[in-house]
């Protein structure tokens, strides 16, 4: 029964080491199985057709290995062909196939679970295709695999469990898909895994710590996932790993000191988490370190890095750090060449050590709070490419010693506070590209030298004190890009030369002293993106030739001092943003400037362009900001130029002769901000659809001729902030709607035909605080007690209504209030005390008393009613007057009586000489003749002081007049 059982075994072992050769009956032969699943796939290159029936499988076929019997498939190679479509189902049946390639091409759809029926594959690589769906479950059925590539697809999901079944894996490439959940712990029974990248997921969790198992590891990157928690210590057990990029995910806590056992690690990668405390000295112990960046966390101490003789790039950028240790970074015979150590919080001077890095190509100090001047001994990088020393504090020159680095290409010096010249000897740096002098103190001129620097491609000098003019020979720098000269002190002409730099692309000259005429040969610069002048003393009309600057985007020339047309620019297609505010440009507005289909910015006010708005402005489609105030444009807006402007936000065309109504089709911008038509000659009435430009915040109408009511749709404007709509001739009741303008800060009805009371509710419109005037109306009724409740309110101007009644106690409550003006009303009683301290003109031409006018309890007149300043003031020139009658009198008595005593005696003394006529002396009537009779002049329209007004009866106030202002009334009336 033994030899029986053993002879069963054998033939049971004999029948399963066969099965896979073994087709089952009736099964194609492979060669027919590949030729089926071609058929399936789309061959651009044609590689496939050398699979034809005719030829043998295994010597002619493309892409096809064979075993050696030349029976069965081996190996299917068909990386890079461009092939397109699914995964081929026919391939999942060739028993014997070990190596499986499609990768780089363009398959779709899912990996098949019957990838598992491949049981002798060693190699499955479909990287960089379109597949998707997840990763199915039968993977763990390839007990022999050892190269997994399936990274670089839509592949979603997790990885699964079975992973963990492929033994003898070597190869786990899954980087550049869209899987997610956490690593499984599987992973760890990987033992023979050297190559694992997982970048470029969404993997999330902690690493597991039985990653500490895969000991062949030599390579992990899973950077670029959502990973947290902290690294785990096991990690140093991987005592082969050379490379380990673990960036850009939200792992935390401190580096583990058991990873510094990895005494073969040559890259470590850490950049871009919320790691912490200090950096352990035990990574000197990592001498095969060639690269170690740890930017962008939260390390903090000092930098004490001094065993690693090998180090090539070190990153420790954006971090928390705050010193040097004296001797660290650069030992003897070191080959660092990229030191970075931007944007941490180190301060003190220079750290000299740095420049016994004589291996140094880049160099980044920037970001810190280092002071102090710059080393003489710079020149001791001779191999320095890019030096970034910009944002810190340092102070001094630029050592003229910065000529000896002559490779250097970059040189960042911006936001510091260097003072002097830039050297001369920059002129022999013949590779810099870059030269970034921004936002310092220097001064001086541009040395003539900088142009021997043929290769600069960009220059900026922004915001310093540089004088003198821009040097003649600029145009030697014919690689420029960028010229950014703006805000210093040059002078003198632009260059003519610089039509030379054809490869500019932004010319940035604004805020300087520049003046004479724009050089033609600017309309060479064919690549020109931007250019900006403004702030000049420039002169003279645009050149004919910046007509060919076709690639135009942003042109700024505002206030300088330029005439003629703006036809010139108006060559390019590509404008968005065109400025020319305060000039003296003329003539009409082109109409091919409308052909700017992607004009955002358009300003021209200030300037003297006449002529309408030219109707094909309706093209512009894209304008944001509209600018043509104050100019001396006519015509009327009948033409709807801009009702199809749908993004337009601010239309401003105050100060111009426009005419006409304003039209309608205004209310259709639902986009619009701003609308400022001001100063013009506008009739009509104010169109009731501007209540449907929900997001307008300013609306300024003054100074036209609109009549009619303010219509009340202004209250849908809930966003309004500024509304001024004063010196027209608008009549009827201020609508009460207008109490929803709830944002209005600044309202302005002033100089109009106003009638009714002020709204009651006018309290609620809180956010005014710039103004409220209401002056020169034809308003009556008392002020309403809400206006208490206006507390931010700094001026407030009622003047020249018919306004009666008390000063209601609440307006105490504006404690805001620093200019007020209630004159020219019927108001009576008392001043509210806390208005005391403003001026008297601001309570004259009413019935008011107590401070700043005269005190209520010396007033007289009838029971319950206080007696007017006027009232007052006559009573008391009556008084004066009666008693200096009176006076002259008793005088003219007492003198006759002296007179008759003075005869009676010479009488008696018969001592009379001479009999002496009776004197003349004014008296009653004659009185008034000598007197300043202009106070009693009826018809006068002077304003009279309230103390000089004879008083006839309660009823009768002479001198009280209200004051209508004409079309030529005053323009500055404000409070």
């Known amino acids: 029964m033994a030899i029986i059982f053993i002879h069963s075994c054998h033939l049971i072992i004999l029948f399963i080491s066969i099965l896979p050769s073994m087709a089952a009956p009736g099964s194609p032969p492979e060669s027919r199985l590949l030729s089926t699943a071609k058929s399936g796939l789309v061959d651009p290159t044609g590689a496939l057709e050398t699979w034809r029936q005719e030829d043998t499988m295994c010597t002619s076929w493309y892409g096809v290995s064979c075993t050696l019997d030349k029976n069965h498939v081996l190996g299917l190679n068909l990386s890079g062909l461009g092939l397109s479509g699914k995964i081929p ?50 993977i763990g059925l390839l007990k022999s695999l050892r190269v997994l590539r399936i990274g670089d697809n839509f592949l979603t999901g997790n990885i699964p469990a079975s992973v963990g079944n492929l033994a003898e894996l070597t190869v786990l490439g899954l980087g550049y898909c869209e899987l997610n959940g956490s690593i499984p712990e599987e992973i760890g029974k990987l033992k023979k895994l050297v190559f694992l990248d997982l970048q470029e997921n969404s993997f999330c969790g902690e690493i597991p710590d039985a990653i ?7 390579n992990v990157a899973a950077s670029n996932n959502k990973l947290d928690g902290n690294i785990p210590g096991s990690i140093g057990n991987l005592e082969s790993l050379r490379i380990l990029n673990l960036a850009n995910n939200t792992l935390s806590g401190p580096i583990p000191v058991e990873t510094t056992r990895l005494a073969n690690l040559q890259y470590l990668n850490l950049q871009g988490n919320q790691l912490g405390g200090e950096i352990p000295t035990q990574i000197n112990d990592m001498v095969e370190l060639r690269v170690l960046d740890l930017s962008r966390n939260n390390f903090s101490g000092k930098i004490a890095l001094r065993n690693l003789k090998n180090l090539e790039s070190l990153d420790l950028s954006d971090n928390r750090l705050t010193a040097i240790v004296p001797g660290s970074l650069c030992v003897e015979h070191a080959t660092l060449t990229q030191l970075f150590l931007a944007r941490n919080d180190i301060s003190g001077d220079f750290p000299v050590e740095i420049l016994n890095c004589t291996s140094l190509q880049q160099l980044d100090l920037s970001g810190n709070n280092f002071g102090g001047t710059l080393p003489r001994t710079l020149d001791r990088l001779t191999n320095l490419t890019d030096l970034l020393l910009n944002n810190n504090s340092f102070i001094g020159t630029i050592p003229p010693e910065i000529g000896n680095v002559t490779n250097l290409r970059s040189l960042f010096l911006f936001d510091n506070m260097i003072t002097g010249s830039i050297p001369r000897e920059i002129g022999k740096l013949r590779s810099l590209v870059y030269l970034y002098l921004y936002d310092n103190r220097m001064s001086g001129s541009i040395p003539r030298e900088l142009t021997n620097c043929t290769a600069l491609e960009e220059i900026d000098f922004f915001g310093n004190h540089f004088s003198g003019s821009i040097p003649r020979s600029i145009g030697k720098l014919s690689n420029l890009k960028i010229l950014q000269l703006r805000q210093n002190e040059l002078s003198g002409e632009i260059p003519s030369s610089l039509g030379q730099c054809r490869r500019l ?21 064919t690549e020109l993106f931007l ?3 403004y702030n000049n003393s420039l002169s003279g009309s645009l050149p004919d030739s910046f007509f060919h600057l076709k690639n135009l985007s942003i042109v700024n020339f505002s206030h300088n001092r330029l005439h003629g047309s703006v036809a010139p620019l108006t060559g390019s297609k590509s404008l968005t943003i065109l400025d020319l505010t305060n000039n003296s440009f003329s003539d009409a507005i082109p109409s091919r400037l409308s052909m700017s289909e992607n004009l955002r910015r358009l300003r021209l006010a200030h300037n003297r362009i006449s002529g309408s ?21 006519t015509g009327e807006l009948v033409n709807e130029e801009f009702s199809g402007f749908t993004k337009l936000g601010h239309l401003l065309l105050s100060n111009n002769r426009l005419s006409g109504s304003i039209p309608a089709w205004l209310g259709r911008i639902k986009e619009l901000g701003e609308l400022d038509l001001s100063s013009n000659n506008f009739t009509g009435k104010i169109p009731s659809e501007l209540g449907n430009c929900s997001r307008l915040l300013k609306l300024s109408l003054h100074n036209n001729r609109l009549s009619g009511s303010i219509p009340s749709e202004i209250g849908n404007l809930d966003m309004l902030n500024v509304l001024n709509l004063q010196r027209n001739d608008l009549s009827g009741h201020i609508p009460a709607a207008i109490q929803k303008c ?28 710039v103004i409220l005037d209401l002056s020169f109306n034809d308003l009556s009724g008392e002020i309403p007690t809400s206006i208490g409740e206006l507390v931010k309110l700094e001026r407030l101007n009622l003047s020249f209504n018919d306004l009666s009644g008390k000063i209601p106690g609440s307006i105490q409550k504006l404690s805001s209030l620093h200019r007020l003006n209630l004159s020219g009303n019927r108001f009576e009683g008392e001043i509210p005390s806390t208005l005391a301290n403003f001026p008297r003109n601001s309570f004259l031409n009413n019935e008011l008393c107590g401070a700043p006018l005269v005190s209520c309890s010396g007033s007289l007149g009838r029971p319950g009613k206080w007696m007017s300043e006027s009232q007052v003031a006559g009573i008391v020139v009556a008084i004066v007057f009666t008693s200096t009658l009176l006076c002259m009198f008793m005088m003219y008595v007492m003198l006759r009586m002296w007179w008759n005593w003075r005869n009676v005696a010479v009488s008696c003394e018969n001592k009379i000489d001479k009999i002496v006529d009776d004197e003349e002396w004014v008296c009653g009537d004659e009185a008034f003749k000598s007197s300043d009779h202009r106070f009693w002049n009826e018809n006068s329209t002077a304003l009279v002081p309230s103390e000089t007004r004879l008083v006839v009866s309660d009823s009768t106030r002479i001198f009280h007049y209200k004051f209508k202002l004409s079309s030529s009334r005053s323009k500055n009336n404000d409070v």
Do not use: H
């Not at 990768?103 to 990287?127: A, C, D, H, M, Y």
């Not at 692309?505 to 610069?525: I, K, Q, Y």
């Not at 309706?618 to 105030?629: A, G, T, V």
């Open 212 to 218: 500490g198992g895969c000991v062949e590891l030599q």
């Open 531 to 533: 250019v900006t002048l």
């Open 613 to 633: 708005v030219p109707p094909e402005f309706s093209q512009m489609k894209n304008l944001e900001f509209l600018d043509l105030s104050y100019n001396d444009m």
């Open 89 to 138: 189902r026919e391939i999942f049946r060739l028993p014997f196939l070990e190596t499986f390639d499609l990768s780089s091409n363009s398959l779709t759809g899912p990996v098949p679970p019957q990838i598992g029926w491949l049981r002798n594959l060693k190699e499955l690589l479909l990287f960089s295709n379109s597949l998707s769906g997840t990763i199915p479950d039968e």
């Open 505 to 525: 692309e932004r010319l940035v000259l604004a805020d300087n002293v520049l003046s004479g005429s724009l050089p033609p040969t600017l309309g060479f610069l």
């Open 742 to 769: 709830k944002k209005l800060y600044d309202l302005r009805l002033s100089e109009n035909n106003l009638t009714g009371a002020i709204p009651t509710g006018i309290g609620v419109m809180t956010e005014l605080q």
